[in-house]
């Protein structure tokens, strides 16, 4: 917000090229260490261990990418691939379309905002993968039974059966205390059938 909101105030209020071309370029940067930051770019996870920002963040980076491009700016740390990692693994983590998992810091079960991922609903994101999540394992290819996104620390294990169907298990690894101070809380959440079963909430709780 702030960057595109400096970004803003240069088109409109610097009348000198050079200073507002200097003035575009340190927003975008700005914006473009931002994503190094908080997005490992291999995987499409987010360093946050939340679902819900995960989430947040694939709408809010999606319409900051459109608006550095319509004025001439494009981001150079950001691309459809990425977006692309992003949605699998948003579609990996969820035992059910739409729900998402206590992990981290997520509030267990909780409904996001479809806006966030309205982008994100055809064209190249919807890879096999999301497809046969989305279709309850009708279209698409199945997941494997483990992924692994070592780099932020997450595995997902899940049975063969459809989605519907499945044991799903999620096992956040961390060796070093969370974006939110806590050490191992909402580290482990295992589904059947898409109910939870097991939820480890670690710490005092």
Same mark, same amino acid.
């Given at each position: 917000?702030? =960057?595109? @909101?400096?970004?803003?105030?240069? !088109? ?7 200073? +507002?071309? +200097?003035? !575009?370029?340190? &927003? +975008? ?8 930051r =908080?997005?490992?770019? &291999? ?7 939340? *679902?819900?920002? $995960? #989430? ?33 693994f948003?579609? %990996? *983590?969820?035992? #059910? ?20 991922? =309205? =982008?994100?609903?055809? @064209? ?15 279209? @698409?290819?199945?997941?494997?039974? !483990?992924?692994?996104?070592?780099? %932020? ?16 298990? *999620? ?8 974006p939110?101070?806590?050490? %191992?809380?909402?580290?482990? #959440?295992?589904?059947? $059938?898409?109910?939870?079963?097991? *939820? ?6």
């Open positions: 917000f702030q =960057a595109e @909101g400096l970004a803003d105030m240069a !088109l409109i209020f610097l009348t000198d090229a050079d200073r +507002r071309h +200097r003035t !575009l370029e340190f &927003a +975008r940067t700005k914006v473009d260490e931002f994503i190094e =908080a997005v490992s770019h &291999a995987e499409g996870t987010v360093k946050e261990h939340s *679902i819900f920002y $995960h #989430v947040f963040l694939m709408g809010r980076l999606r319409e900051t990418c459109e608006y550095f491009e319509s004025i001439g700016y494009p981001l150079k740390n950001a691309s459809d691939d990425m977006f692309i990692r992003m949605n699998e948003l579609h %990996d *983590i969820m035992p #059910v379309f739409h729900r998402m998992p206590g992990i981290g810091d997520s509030k267990h079960f909780q409904r996001f905002n479809k806006k966030y991922i =309205a =982008a994100f609903e055809d @064209g190249p994101f919807q890879t096999p993968r999301v497809r046969y999540h989305r279709s309850e394992g009708k279209e @698409g290819e199945p997941y494997p039974f !483990l992924s692994q996104y070592p780099q %932020d620390g997450y595995f997902i294990f899940r049975s063969p059966e459809p989605p519907a169907q499945q044991l799903h298990s *999620i096992f956040l690894h961390r060796s070093f205390r969370g939110h101070g806590h050490w %191992d809380g909402m580290s482990f #959440v295992c589904h059947w $059938h898409g109910e939870p079963v097991f *939820i480890d909430s670690g710490g005092p709780y």
